[in-house]
């Protein structure tokens, strides 16, 4: 049986942090930078069908994508209608405008996405979510990493993985540079090859 992939997408900046030193993701929140990348979004979410958030990054995600105009933003849609997972031992509910309600999740997030990847169906992506993507580095469990790297320099911040981790060996398997200067990189661990 071939297991659905786990897929970690993060944003960063030219120095290596998915987060500035505030917490934000100012360094990457311009319209223009989404010019050809966003197509591209829209191709791989036709093989998404589960979409995991921690809480921080589930309420970024409120406060914009529900109400998005689709003639701005074309990933819109497509986000707004794929199936969420929020996992948070605070949140009771996770409301996602007039659309479904994502589903919230209290148990570990290790054990949960492990089950989750045994079951049958599409791919599974993970956006942001810095705890949880930490939590699900440590334990090897992310089949590929899809990388944008933002034309900026931080200086300080948050790195989306953990600090002792050490990947000795990754495959690049796709990249691409857009006319705004992102730059996007798609890599495998060659373990999970």
């Not at 990457?28 to 191709?43: R, V």
């Amino acid at each position: 049986m071939v297991m659905r992939k786990l897929i970690a997408q993060q944003w960063l900046s030219l120095d290596g942090f998915a987060a500035d030193s505030k917490g934000t993701t100012a360094f990457f929140e311009f319209p223009e930078y989404n010019t050809g990348w966003e197509q591209d979004q829209l191709e791989l979410i036709k093989d998404i069908d589960t979409i995991l958030l921690g809480a921080n990054t589930y309420k970024m995600f409120l406060d914009y994508w529900p109400d998005v105009d689709p003639d701005k933003d074309a990933v819109g849609p497509a986000l707004n209608s794929t199936p969420k997972i929020v996992f948070s031992k605070t949140l009771k509910e996770a409301p996602w405008g007039n659309w479904d309600q994502a589903t919230v999740v209290a148990e570990d997030a290790v054990n949960y996405v492990k089950q989750l990847k045994e079951q049958p169906g599409k791919d599974i992506i993970l956006w942001g979510s810095l705890t949880v993507c930490r939590a699900l580095a440590a334990q090897d469990l992310f089949d590929e990493y899809h990388i944008t790297l933002a034309p900026a320099f931080v200086g300080k911040g948050m790195r989306f993985l953990p600090d002792d981790k050490q990947w000795l060996d990754m495959e690049l398997i796709k990249s691409k540079t857009y006319t705004t200067g992102v730059l996007s990189l798609v890599y495998r661990p060659r373990s999970k090859q």
